[in-house]
């Protein structure tokens, strides 16, 4: 009885560690590690390490709303909760890359438009796994790429290091973008000098290092004192 709990619990101290999918493939081997990985104890620590500060008692009441039976209340259900909630994360991030697009004509963004898209992220309570799955596809736009790293460096706090492993293994790590930043004149002997325009190209997991912090602090200001315009683009399509 003693060996058999110790093995449970060395069990579940495994699948603590692995990601949900792998979770699901892990509890297709035999019925042991099915009944494991199928329980509540696991979806609800999945579900809280995806999604730390989600309202669970909200979220219960939109699942079963459309149904109009009485809510879920955790542990119960922990596995059709995370399944759910995935789900409308994905659509609605889709809906929102889908509004990026829209407004980034030729993989072009003007700031505004740019800090809106994160300020839009940040309203859907992304967590780092889901800009992971949903934002540094290679498949998607650099400007969508550097939306979420930006968002998970500035918004989620999640370590310039860990960002950067990430972006290697979604192999988006050397994508670049160019930004282009319009400065007032300096003043010069009671003379105000000509306005300086400025244009850098620079890669995703070169915004990730400690001496490239101010290039993301002035995207996070937007167009705000003596820089009056930044435009952000695909360094491809500036090529073009």
Same mark, same amino acid.
């Given at each position: 009885?003693?060996?058999?709990?110790?093995?449970?619990?060395?069990?579940?101290?495994?699948?603590?560690?692995? &990601?949900?999918?792998?979770?699901?493939?892990?509890?297709?081997?035999?019925?042991?590690?099915?009944?494991?990985?199928?329980?509540? =104890?696991?979806?609800?620590?999945?579900?809280?390490?995806?999604?730390?500060?989600?309202?669970?008692?909200?979220?219960?009441?939109?699942?079963?709303?459309?149904?109009?039976?009485?809510?879920?209340?955790?542990?119960?259900?922990?596995?059709?909760?995370?399944?759910?909630?995935?789900?409308?994360?994905?659509? &609605?991030?889709?809906?929102?890359?889908?509004?990026?697009?829209?407004?980034?004509?030729?993989?072009?963004?003007?700031?505004?438009?740019?800090?809106?898209?994160?300020?839009?992220?940040?309203?859907?309570?992304?967590?780092?796994?889901?800009?992971?799955?949903?934002?540094?596809?290679?498949?998607?736009?650099?400007?969508?790429?550097?939306?979420?790293?930006?968002?998970?460096?500035?918004?989620?706090?999640?370590?310039?290091?860990?960002?950067?492993?990430?972006?290697?293994? =979604?192999?988006?790590?050397?994508?670049?973008? =160019?930004?282009?930043?319009?400065?007032?004149?300096?003043?010069?002997?009671?003379?105000?000098?000509?306005?300086?325009?400025?244009?850098?190209?620079?890669?995703? &997991?070169?915004?990730?290092?400690?001496?490239? &912090?101010?290039?993301?602090?002035?995207?996070?200001?937007?167009?705000?004192?003596?820089?009056?315009?930044?435009?952000?683009?695909?360094?491809?399509?500036?090529?073009?």
């Amino acid at each position: 009885m003693c060996s058999n709990l110790l093995l449970r619990d060395v069990a579940l101290t495994i699948i603590s560690l692995l &990601e949900a999918r792998d979770v699901c493939s892990l509890g297709c081997c035999s019925c042991f590690w099915r009944d494991l990985c199928f329980s509540n =104890c696991v979806w609800a620590h999945l579900f809280r390490r995806r999604w730390p500060h989600a309202d669970v008692a909200q979220l219960n009441r939109s699942t079963c709303a459309a149904s109009g039976e009485t809510p879920l209340i955790p542990p119960e259900g922990w596995k059709a909760l995370y399944i759910e909630s995935h789900k409308k994360i994905a659509q &609605e991030t889709s809906f929102a890359i889908h509004e990026i697009d829209q407004g980034a004509p030729l993989n072009s963004l003007e700031v505004t438009r740019y800090l809106s898209a994160i300020k839009q992220l940040s309203t859907l309570s992304l967590g780092f796994e889901d800009v992971c799955l949903f934002l540094f596809r290679p498949k998607l736009s650099v400007v969508v790429n550097l939306i979420g790293l930006h968002y998970s460096i500035l918004y989620l706090h999640i370590p310039p290091k860990e960002v950067f492993e990430v972006l290697t293994r =979604c192999q988006v790590a050397r994508r670049q973008v =160019c930004l282009s930043w319009l400065k007032v004149g300096r003043w010069l002997h009671g003379f105000r000098l000509r306005d300086e325009n400025y244009t850098r190209r620079i890669s995703l &997991e070169e915004l990730t290092m400690s001496e490239e &912090e101010p290039i993301l602090a002035m995207l996070n200001r937007g167009a705000v004192h003596e820089v009056i315009r930044i435009q952000i683009c695909s360094a491809d399509s500036r090529m073009s």
